[in-house]
């Protein structure tokens, strides 16, 4: 083997060492150093020279590619997942002559599906999952995905949260905690426009919180305008129907004056 | 069509053969030849629409062409000694030379051309490549496109663009039928490029649609979208290649959930399409569909029974049922029997985005139907099929209800769901937004049909004999004469 090669997969060897007793820092800085030997190898994208070592070098650079969406993953960081995830697709897209496929790739896919729901970018979801063919789709982790997003748009809530419990591979944890944030925030809007009134134990439920303190924080900031009597929480339904509405008057004189506009221009 | 009102009085071939005339039955050769003359007087006169011209005859003589008129089409046109013709030569099979149509008018019709023009080696490569598509021979096909494109590079006359951009789409179609479209991808971009610095419209927009059919073919549609957010626009040129663009600029919005926008352009392009191109049609109007059953509208049955769709379109005939009637179990049937066509079809997943849009039609129904309904038999209604139906039912109800889809409260304490009374339409805004929406179509319709009418040039000004221009200056005279007396008199 080439001697960058060797130095590479040292290094990468140290990388997992120090992933695997969590030692962050270190794993950050190996992987940056990583990085830049990688590019180095002419045969990897967006060149995709054919060398002799190619196949080795392209394996070897997408394993260090997904320990990276991983560590990303453990460090919170959406934006270094995201910035990695770009790297690491050409692999997955356009490499599917020359190497076997990975078996993290679909659970990194799916993982990077996930979330795209959480940051609520619907209509990316749907673009990458165009690009997966039909049998990916049988595969858990993109199942759990798909799923998910289609509870999210129906609003059954309760499914998303119970799917918390089943996640496929731990690496979803993360996201599913944000996810649950968001779906908290989501329940909270419909509840608003439902109900009347809630009990408190009712919205505690609903709501997902564990004692009626949290319930009263929540509420005291992001939703100051409930009240809670009597042990009921009383959504806003102070704006009953205004009796006489008001004539949006602007808009009525600029849609008049247009049509007055185009008819002078019949001849 | 316009331009051929205009042209028939200017007709450059020699001696127009009478169909009734000398030769009964004029040999491919005779039109090509003739063809061939079209096209020397087009490029001589810097006339782009005479080639077009051209071209169009030559697809009506596709079904004809043989293997023999082709070569001696070659022979005629190309001067033996020129590379094309060598390379050509060499592409086009050699067939036994029974039966030569003996062209008994010939002698009058001499027909012979000035070789070496680029018009002419184009359309050669043209006609040859055409011919070898049709007879299935598609890795001789694919040499021939490459070395036509090699060739075009070269070029620069704006006379060629209209037969370049015929090459291209053929080029792309060649490595379509093949399968081997990502190859030429690289080619198209480049070609692009050449194509917007030469200021060559109709080629760009030819390539353009190439490109975004190439990356569609992918479902590569993020990149799609930003080639053609990034691409420079104008007014289309033709009318087929704008109708292709609508079509690809709706499927890309329907995936990125910009429904309103792409059911515009699908509904344009089914529109403006030639009624001849009935697959392209089906297509649209199964797109459309789709799109319109995902923005919760309905399409009125018409849409399926329209002449020469109706078996095409009777998978997504049965899934509007579904939608409309909003059961799931009907939806989850249908769906699994045609999975085949819709995946064919490429809409599998959007039919998967349908469920919601089932499910909500479904508690639209109820809640009119039922001033108060528990939350249970919602979930039995529904079929929602799931660990915990009640909950899941109240959670969609919620949401619907937030969305502004259904008009209700739920009680949770009781476990149902009131609908509240639909008050008068009327006395709302509803109406006058109706209208507005209404007015403005047909305003822009109006004002559409008035900029795309054409004139034949030189119509308006009628040839004035002497005596009636008198006659109107004339009366120009007395008018001001009488204006200006007016005036006076006001004084």
Redesign the interface.
């Known amino acids: 083997m080439d001697p960058k090669m060797t130095e590479v997969t040292q290094m990468f060897a140290r990388f997992k060492a120090a992933y695997a007793r969590n030692d962050l820092d270190a794993c950050v800085t190996l992987l940056s150093q990583l990085k830049v030997h990688l590019t180095k190898f002419p045969s990897l994208p967006p060149s995709f020279q054919q060398t002799p070592n190619a196949v080795e070098e392209l394996k070897l650079a997408r394993d260090i590619y997904e320990h990276a969406v991983v560590l990303s993953v453990k460090l919170e960081d959406q934006d270094a997942f995201e910035r990695d995830f770009c790297q690491l697709k050409p692999y997955y897209m356009d490499t599917c002559g020359i190497i076997p496929p990975s078996a993290e790739e679909y659970p990194i896919l799916g993982l990077n599906l996930l979330r795209l729901l959480v940051q609520n970018r ?3 979801f ?2 990458e ?3 997966l063919p ?1 049998k990916a789709l049988e595969h858990p982790c993109i199942k759990h995905a ?1 799923e998910l997003e ?1 509870s999210f ?7 998303v949260l ?1 799917a918390r419990q089943a996640v496929p591979h731990e690496t979803y944890v993360y996201f599913m905690d944000l996810l649950a944030k968001t779906v908290r925030d ?2 909270a ?8 009134s ?2 408190v134990s ?1 919205a505690k439920q609903m709501l997902m919180f564990s004692s009626d303190q949290d319930l009263h924080e929540y509420i005291t900031e992001e939703h100051p305008e409930w009240e809670i009597t009597n042990g009921a929480v009383f959504f806003q339904k102070a704006k009953e129907s205004q009796p006489c ?1 008001e004539i ?1 008057s602007l808009q ?1 004189i600029n ?1 008049t004056l ?2 007055a506009r ?1 008819l002078e ?2 001849v | 069509m316009p331009e051929d009102v205009q042209m028939n009085d200017s007709e450059p071939q020699p001696a127009a053969p009478a169909p009734a005339a000398a030769a009964p039955a004029l040999s491919t050769l005779h039109h090509l030849k003739e063809i061939a003359t079209v096209i020397e007087a087009g490029s001589l006169s810097k006339e782009v629409r005479r080639i077009s011209r051209a071209f169009r005859l030559t697809v009506a003589l596709r079904r004809r062409l043989a293997a023999r008129d082709v070569s001696a089409f070659l022979a005629f046109a190309l001067p033996a000694s020129s590379e094309a013709y060598g390379r050509l030569t060499a592409l086009v099979p050699k067939e036994d030379d029974t039966e030569m149509d003996v062209d008994a008018a010939s002698p009058a019709t001499q027909i012979s051309i000035k070789h070496g023009l680029p018009e002419i080696e184009i359309f050669c490569y043209l006609l040859v490549l055409i011919f070898l598509i049709d007879q299935k021979k598609y890795d001789e096909a694919k040499a021939c496109a490459n070395v036509s494109i090699a060739r075009l590079k070269n070029l620069n006359r704006r006379t060629v663009d209209v037969l370049a951009s015929r090459l291209y789409f053929y080029y792309s179609y060649v490595y379509e039928l093949t399968n081997s479209l990502a190859e030429i991808r690289g080619n198209l971009l480049a070609l692009h490029r050449m194509a917007t610095l030469h200021h060559d419209e109709l080629g760009q927009e030819t390539l353009l649609n190439l490109l975004l059919r190439n990356y569609l073919h992918y ?4 990149q799609a979208e930003k080639l053609r957010s990034k691409a420079p626009r104008f007014e289309a040129h033709s009318n087929q290649q704008f109708c292709r663009y609508l079509f690809y600029l709706g499927k890309i919005r329907t ?4 429904y309103t926008d792409a059911k515009e352009s699908l509904l344009q392009a089914a529109r403006k399409a030639p009624t001849t191109a009935r697959g392209f049609r089906i297509q649209c109007n199964k797109w459309a569909i789709i799109v319109r059953l995902l923005l919760g509208e309905i399409p009125e049955r018409t849409v399926f029974m329209q002449k020469g769709m109706k078996k095409a379109l009777t998978p997504y005939f049965e899934l509007t049922n579904a939608v409309r009637v909003g059961d799931l179990e009907l939806f989850r049937a249908v769906a699994d029997k045609f999975a085949s066509t819709f ?1 064919a079809d490429r809409t ?2 959007l039919i ?2 349908l ?2 849009n089932v ?1 909500r039609t479904g508690l639209r129904n109820i809640s009119i139907s039922y001033s108060r309904i528990s939350l249970a038999d919602i979930a039995k209604k529904l079929r ?1 099929d ?3 139906p009640i ?2 039912a109240e ?8 969305d502004g889809a259904i008009d ?6 009781n476990g149902w769901m009131v609908s509240k009374e639909t008050g008068d339409v009327y006395s ?2 509803e109406p ?1 937004i109706a209208f ?1 929406s209404r ?2 179509f047909c ?1 822009n319709m ?2 559409e049909a008035v900029k795309a009418m054409r004139f034949p040039p030189n119509s308006h000004k009628e040839k004035e004999s002497a005596e009636k221009r008198r006659e109107r200056l004339q009366q120009e005279e007395e008018l001001a004469k009488h204006m200006a007396e007016e005036d006076d008199d006001d004084f």
């Not at chain 1, 809007?189 to 009347?196: F, L, Q, T």
């Not at chain 2, 995936?255 to 910009?258: F, G």
């Not at chain 2, 209700?408 to 304490?413: E, G």
């Open positions: 619907i209509a990316e749907h673009t999952l165009e690009l039909v798909v289609q748009m129906e609003g059954a809530y309760n499914r119970s989501e329940i809007g419909c509840s608003e426009k439902g109900y009347d809630l009990s009712d509405k949006p009525l849609q247009s049509y185009e221009r019949i | 479902n590569l549609y993020d995936i990125q959930l910009e995946s599998r997943n998967v985005r469920r919601h499910i929602l799931s660990e915990n909950a899941d959670s969609i109800v919620a949401k619907a209800i937030r209700a409260t739920i009680d949770h304490a709302t805004n006058q507005n007015i403005a305003l109006h004002n």
